[in-house]
C-alpha cells in the first residue's frame, strides 16, 4: 500500500516533440494505480541536453522518423530529472517522502517510478546541491564515461576536442584524476569558461594548427583523445595527434554523414598502434551488484560528491534557466 491514497489520479504536464521543431507543454494524466513498489516523483528541475535532443528536436537524428523507435515522434524528450518524493510504497523502504532523489525521468511534471525494475535509477540529492544543479549533473554522468574507458597514468597528456557542457566536464575530470589536460574548442566563450574552471591549457583559435599545437604541448603526442563532440570529423583529426599506443575515445554520439578516405583514419590504427573506443554511457550497468565494478548509481553519488565538495564545477556551466511555459524557446535556442 502506499503512504497516501490508494487510487492516486494527478493531471501533470509533459513536454512533446511533436515533429521536427515543433515542441509544445501539454497536460496529461498519471496512471491511476500505483503499486506498492512505485515511487511518485514531483519535478522540480529537469535538464535540456544539447546533444542528445537536440539531434531529436531537429529530426537529425533518423531514428525519429523509424516507427517504434525509442524516439519516434510523437516524442517525450528528457533524461535528466530533479524532483521530490511524494509518494512511496510499502516495499520501496529506502526512501521517505519529502526526499529530493535525481532519476533519468523526461520532461514530465510528476512520474512513477518501479523500484523493482533493474533499471531503475533513484539516487539520493545530498543537501546543499541545488536542484537545477542535480538535474545538470547528468551530463557529469556521460563525462566520467570517458574518464574510465580511458588507460591513462599520472602526468599523461589527454586532449578533449569540444569544450560545450560534457567537454567541460570530463575535462576537469581527467584533471582530478592527474591527467595534463589540453582543452580544445573554436568558441572563445568556451575556452574562457574552461579557463575559468581550471584547465591547464585551452586552444582553438587556430583550427589548422590544432596537430601541430597538440604536438608541442605534449611533445610526443597525446595519450588520450577524446572526441565530446559526436562528428567523425573530430575523431579523424584528433587520431594524427596520439602518440603511438595511445587511445580515442569516443564520447559523444556520431551522427552526420562524414566522406574521407578511411585509410587516413585507420594508418594510424595500423602503424602507431593506436586504439580507437567507444564511451557509451548505456553501456555501464544502472545499479551496483556482485562482480560490477562500476555503475551508473555510484558513479552518479561520486559526482554529487565532487560537486558537493567543489572539486567539479558544475553551476557556472549551466547557460540558462528557464519556466516550463518556455519551452518552445528553450527548444529554439538550442
Known sequence: MLHCRDRIVLTGRKVIIHRALDVTMEECEMPEQPRSCDVLIQTEW????????????????????????????????????????????????????????????????????????????????????????????????????????????????????????VGNLAAQLFARSGARVIGVDPVESRRALARQVGVEHVIGEDSEGIEDQLRDLSGVGVRVVVDAVGHAAIAASGIRAVKPHGEVILLGSPRQEYTEDLN??????????VTIKGALEHRIPRNPGRGIRRSVVSNAATVLDLVRSGRLELDKLISHRMRPDQIGRAYDGL
Not at 92 to 117: I, N, Y
Not at 264 to 273: A, G, I, N, R, S
Request: charged share 15%.
Open 264 to 273: 587516413k583514419f585507420l594508418e594510424p590504427v595500423h602503424y602507431q598502434w
Open 46 to 165: 529537469s535538464f535540456i541536453s544539447t546533444g542528445t535532443e537536440l539531434a531529436n528536436f531537429t529530426g537529425h537524428d533518423r531514428g525519429v522518423y523509424i516507427p517504434g523507435n525509442w524516439n519516434a515522434y510523437p516524442y517525450v524528450p528528457g533524461y535528466a530529472n530533479c524532483g521530490r518524493v511524494l509518494a512511496c510504497g510499502a516495499r520501496a523502504a529506502e526512501l521517505e517522502v519529502g526526499q529530493r532523489v535525481f532519476t533519468m525521468a523526461k520532461h514530465v511534471s510528476h512520474h512513477w517510478v518501479p523500484t523493482d525494475d533493474s533499471d531503475c535509477l533513484l539516487v539520493p540529492v545530498p543537501e546543499g546541491i541545488s536542484g537545477d544543479v542535480a538535474a545538470a549533473m547528468r551530463m557529469g554522468l556521460v563525462a566520467m564515461t570517458a574518464l574510465q574507458t580511458a588507460e591513462f597514468d599520472l602526468n599523461d597528456h589527454v586532449a578533449i576536442l569540444g569544450l560545450g557542457l
